[in-house]
């Protein structure tokens, strides 16, 4: 198991693969995990692509991926699932079958292996139900994946990713938490030589790549193909 510390030394400033792990010291429920997950659910702006009970299960979910605890805000504060909700009602939309039926099987296996669904239980055994999807393991009592409960676990994984450190003109990385958590200082047109410096600490300019002229929000719509819209 890595320490989350680890995890994040891992995505470094960019999106990389990540280690299969639940990252260590997250927040028990009641706590702050619990209060983010509840303040996010009451802010949730109209969905797009999800229903109400499948967005409230990927937050759970989200939560748990990159938790909230005494390193920062996680997912659920960067507003992962509102990239993801985005990004499936346009750029993404061929991912949109594979989120309901993953979602439903998920919750189906929480149900059938730990008497609960997967919102009811305790962060550890969200954490175990989440290992065994991982793992390939989440099978029998009708679950219901299509193929390899891995491979949804993967694409669960990756676009809590994109949207937890991405740009936050999709929607996620909610007031750049994601950029902060890995110190990343955002997008610069210009560098210094002093910021090239080794050790050198840059303020970070909390501005989405597409605030910059050299790159439109007209241009990222159409390379996403009628992509998300920023809210």
């Not at 949109?96 to 550890?124: N, Q, W």
């Not at 990222?220 to 992509?227: K, N, P, V």
Request: hydrophobic share 40%; net charge neutral; aromatic share 8%.
């Amino acid at each position: 198991m890595l320490t989350r510390r680890d995890w994040l030394k891992l995505v470094g400033w960019v999106s990389v693969t990540w280690e299969a792990a639940i990252p260590s010291g997250a927040t028990p429920a009641g706590s702050a995990t619990s209060e983010a997950f509840q303040t996010v659910a009451r802010s949730r702006e109209p969905l797009q692509a999800l229903t109400a009970a499948e967005a409230d299960l990927l937050d759970a979910v989200v939560a748990r991926l990159i938790p909230t605890d005494a390193s920062g805000p996680g997912a659920t504060e960067a507003q992962a699932v509102r990239y993801i909700d985005r990004a499936l009602a346009g750029a993404l939309a061929a991912s949109r079958e594979a989120y309901r039926v993953g979602l439903a099987a998920l919750d189906r296996y929480s149900r059938s292996s730990r008497g609960a669904p997967f919102i009811s239980l305790s962060p550890t055994d969200q954490d175990s139900v989440l290992i065994d999807v991982e793992t390939g393991a989440a099978t029998g009592s009708g679950a219901g994946f299509v193929g390899s409960s891995a491979a949804f676990f993967t694409m669960m994984r990756t676009h809590t990713l994109q949207g937890t450190f991405g740009d936050p003109y999709y929607g996620g990385n909610a007031n750049f938490v994601g950029w902060d958590l890995i110190a990343y200082p955002g997008v610069r047109t210009v560098v210094s030589a002093d910021d090239q410096r080794l050790g050198a600490t840059l303020t970070p300019t909390r501005r989405s790549a597409y605030d910059h002229e050299m790159f439109t929000k007209a241009t990222a719509r159409a390379h996403t193909t009628e992509g998300p819209a920023r809210g």
